[in-house]
């Protein structure tokens, strides 16, 4: 009788611990799953208020005219309008550092 109530216990014993090892697992990766659609949640958050903001700044109509105004380079009445061309770019010209004297005098005696 003894044997029989120690071979049930044990076999309750795994029977718990497999349970509990396959519902950590289970959390683990229902927490998982919970973070990452959390993250993609918050990043549609932020790109939906960014659009939303982008909305709104160019249905003023005074950003519109502002934008067709610099796109078409025109001016409001008395208004000065300044154009300044970009910028070419320039390459440096690096002049190589001159060698010593001595270095010099050695090149024009041994080298020819």
Do not use: C
């Not at 998982?32 to 003023?60: C, G, P, R, V, W």
């Not at 025109?74 to 061309?85: F, T």
């Not at 970009?86 to 010209?93: K, R, V």
Request: no cysteine.
């Amino acid at each position: 009788m003894k044997t029989i109530k120690r071979v049930l216990f044990i076999l309750l014993f795994l029977f718990l611990i497999s349970s509990l090892t396959k519902n950590l697992f289970e959390y683990r990766k229902n927490y998982s799953f919970y973070e990452d659609f959390k993250n993609e949640f918050d990043q549609t958050q932020q790109k939906n208020t960014s659009l939303k903001t982008a909305i709104l700044k160019n249905s003023d109509p005074n950003q519109i005219e502002k934008i067709i105004r610099n796109k078409l380079g025109l001016g409001k009445p008395n208004e000065v309008a300044v154009i300044i061309p970009l910028p070419t770019p320039t390459i440096p010209h690096t002049t190589p550092t001159p060698q010593p004297p001595y270095k010099q005098w050695a090149d024009v005696f041994f080298k020819h």
